[in-house]
């Protein structure tokens, strides 16, 4: 009964869109009580557990990433009503940020320079080509904007997004260590630098450990995507790498 139940819902999910969206709440709510199971391990971060499982369920069944993004894409649109949310708690911190607006500019133009210029001498050093070091630049800008970056600057668009993703899910793994090794305790500079560093899922996961955190890491990804756009080509220039 419950085989003959379950083949006519999959029959059903497989030819609408709703399948994209069906799969990837499941996969995200069963990431997140792996998550939560085994005591927020960072290594178990649901983004990452959830990408493997849609990755293995799309092989599995043999769904093309186009069918499955048909449904998928609602999730998406949900991203911007979401990144604009991340005012709500950055307000009940403005007195905090009105104090420390200077330290936030300076840490802001820091982490951009240093973000884009180390990946990009890193792919040199390994011997990678013009047109991967223009893709790796913009890893640490939420995905949307680093792609239209990428494509600006003579980059791969598809390539910089995977890259975005990597920074992202690495950040959220090590922050909380990279933090407790340097005995760093303010949450305003630990909402920065994983903003800064690893964007969307950075702030995700700063939500997760603390709201005060997670608005100071929303800002630091706001502003972190608008001064990359605005300084980045400079910075090709001074480096001579833009062809």
């Not at 607006?101 to 982490?111: D, P, R």
Request: overall charge positive; charged content about 10%.
């Amino acid at each position: 009964m419950f085989e003959t139940n379950f083949a006519r819902i999959w029959v059903y999910l497989s030819a609408s869109p709703l399948l994209g969206l069906t799969v990837t709440l499941m996969a995200y709510g069963l990431a997140h009580r792996l998550y939560r199971s085994s005591d927020q391990h960072p290594l178990l971060n649901p983004v990452l557990t959830a990408i493997v499982l849609l990755i293995l369920f799309l092989k599995g069944t043999h769904t093309s990433y186009e069918a499955y993004f048909e449904g998928g894409q609602f999730v998406q649109f949900l991203l911007g009503p979401a990144t604009v949310a991340l005012a709500i708690p950055l307000h009940d911190q403005l007195s905090k940020l009105r104090k420390i607006w200077l330290a936030v500019s300076l840490t802001l133009v820091a982490g951009v320079v240093i973000s884009s210029w180390s990946a990009i001498l890193l792919v040199q050093q390994l011997g990678g080509s013009l047109q991967t070091q223009l893709s790796i630049a913009p890893k640490s800008v939420t995905a949307p904007v680093a792609m239209g970056i990428s494509e600006k600057i003579g980059g791969l668009p598809s390539l910089t997004a995977v890259l975005v993703v990597m920074t992202g899910i690495f950040g959220s793994v090590i922050a909380t260590q990279v933090f407790a090794v340097l005995r760093i305790r303010d949450n305003s500079a630990k909402g920065i630098a994983m903003g800064i560093t690893a964007h969307g899922l950075g702030t995700a996961r700063a939500f997760q450990i603390n709201a005060e955190i997670g608005a100071f890491s929303g800002l630091g990804m706001a502003l972190s995507a608008f001064t990359t756009a605005l300084i980045l080509p400079w910075l090709l220039e001074i480096l001579k790498v833009l062809p």
